[in-house]
């Protein structure tokens, strides 16, 4: 194993006139990033005949982190529904978790659909 030795002299990456302030107010973009907050969506599960409860419980524990008891009242809730919110979460994780558990059903044979409503579109 080569070891690298640590350089804690870096090149200056400051403007190097000493009168230079950032415009605070804009960015290139021109929007105010200060106060951007992620995009919440709705995370939809459906109901169907095939995919076992289980599969479900697991689903909602691996990829939201809901403990048992919580998982068990958001399939109740998808199972009287027909579907159902199971959690309101930024945009990009949603989508994310969603394709995982997409394959995950996919791979075990169950037809699970779970669908992100509201906030940009990911492709």
Do not use: C
Request: aromatic share 8%.
């Amino acid at each position: 194993m080569t070891r690298v030795r640590y350089n804690p002299i870096m090149a200056e990456d400051t403007p190097s006139d000493p009168q230079f302030e950032p415009d605070e107010t804009s960015s290139e973009t021109g929007r105010d990033d200060s106060t951007m907050i992620a995009a919440k969506v709705k995370v939809w599960f459906h109901d169907d005949d095939k995919t076992p409860v289980d599969f479900v419980l697991y689903a909602l524990e691996q990829f939201f982190g809901f403990d048992e008891p919580k998982a068990r009242a958001a399939v109740e809730r998808i199972r009287k529904q027909g579907k159902a919110v199971v959690i309101e979460m930024a945009a990009i994780p949603a989508e994310l978790a969603r394709r995982r558990i997409a394959e995950a059903a996919a791979d075990a044979g169950y037809p699970l659909r779970v669908e992100i409503e509201g906030g940009p579109q990911i492709v």
